[in-house]
Nanobody
Framework: QVQLVESGGGSVQSGGSLRLSCVHS????????MGWFRQAPGKGREGVAA???????TYADSVKGRFTISQDNAKNTVYLQMGSLEPEDTAMYYC??????????????????WGQGTQVTVSS
């Protein structure tokens, strides 16, 4: 069973940076896709970024140039480096995983495994 544990959330002022981590376990095959999603109060879950086992990345337009997704396969960890944070980035951030390479990389319905989330709060 795939398990995901996020960490790294917190409170930061506008313009600041945070790095989120997602440690994963339970993958048995070589193909996988990992994504970061966020959900603000009263809003739907939104795709932020994704990276696959070939290190191909996908980003939402709203975070391009500010966020970077990366992975360290030796540590079974996926990172989301967030910079130039804005109050609009405030949300619960979730790590997600899929044992394949979905066509739609930052759609929540493309993923079958989810972490518990880590809160990011950006104040102005």
């Amino acid at each position: 069973q795939v398990q995901l544990v996020e960490s790294g959330g917190g409170s930061v002022q506008s313009g600041g940076s945070l790095r989120l981590s997602c440690v994963h376990s339970g993958f048995t095959g070589s193909r996988r896709c990992m994504g970061w999603f966020r959900q603000a109060p009263g809003k739907g879950r939104e795709g932020v970024a994704a990276i696959d086992s070939d290190s191909s990345t996908t980003y939402a337009d709203s975070v391009k140039g500010r966020f970077t997704i990366s992975q360290d396969n030796a540590k079974n960890t996926v990172y989301l480096q967030m910079g130039s944070l804005e109050p609009e980035d405030t949300a619960m951030y979730y790590c997600a995983a899929q044992k394949s390479l979905p066509f739609w990389r930052i759609r929540p319905t493309s993923y079958g495994y989810w972490g518990q989330g880590t809160q990011v709060t950006v104040s102005s």
